[in-house]
């Protein structure tokens, strides 16, 4: 089955500095990539996906970059605030497949 | 939309008894996931489940642990018999199994005592 690993487990940034988190998969059929971030008592809640075909998408202050070859992709968070501290967490999913997910990193951007 | 709705928020159970967590999945969805999420972890895989069919439950304990999703009605995640290693929070996930994504619920918070 999908394994998927996460780094780093905490992330400690200065607001307005950007964020960087990575995870690497196991399963070449996976085909979508979702992030979450899930704040304290909460549920998950889905920030950004990415779909095999595509390489890179962006949304405000948000993108994700994938490498098939390499079977790794990336979380990025530009100008960061601290409304972004929370716990983020990858996924990787091969068509109706249940959803795997990385062991989270948790956020902290100080003010 | 109401999204997908856990109940309850919170339980608290004695050693030795039953809970029952409750999932209704969003509108228009037929695929459910349950995770559990123990503090400061990630989130595991228990089962998924289609209406009345149980398609993987892999992540799940093989004694105490059942699940079920009904014609009609929630989908149920049961654990008999509880003890305290099964404090956590458990969250339900649906989709409608030709989109992708997943919607979360705001999970059920079982502490036993």
Request: hydrophobic fraction near 30%.
């Amino acid at each position: 089955g999908e394994n998927v690993e996460q780094h780093p487990s905490t992330l400690s940034v200065q607001e307005g500095d950007s964020a960087v988190i990575k995870c690497t998969y196991s399963d070449s059929a996976s085909n979508y990539f979702p992030w979450y971030k899930q704040e304290l008592g909460k549920g998950p809640q889905l920030i950004i996906d990415i779909r095999s075909n595509v390489g890179e998408k962006k949304d405000q202050r948000i993108a994700v970059t994938l490498n098939k070859t390499a079977k790794h992709f990336s979380l990025h968070i530009t100008e960061t605030q601290p409304e972004d501290s929370a716990v983020y967490f990858c996924a990787a999913r091969e068509g109706n497949n249940d959803m795997r997910f990385g062991a989270g990193t948790r956020l902290t951007v100080k003010p | 939309n109401a999204g997908v709705m856990q109940n309850p928020r919170h339980l608290v159970r004695r050693r030795g008894q039953e809970a029952r967590l409750r999932c209704s999945p969003m509108k228009g969805h037929s695929h459910v996931y349950w995770y559990r999420q123990l503090p400061e972890e990630g989130l595991k895989f228990m089962v998924y489940l289609q209406k009345e069919n149980i398609i993987d439950e892999s992540g799940m304990p093989k004694e105490r642990f059942s699940a079920e999703f009904p014609k009609e009605g929630p989908s149920i995640l049961r654990i008999q018999q509880v003890v305290r290693g099964d404090s956590a929070a458990y969250f339900c996930a649906s989709s409608s199994g030709q989109i992708y994504g997943y919607t979360f619920g705001s999970g059920t918070r079982l502490t036993v005592v």
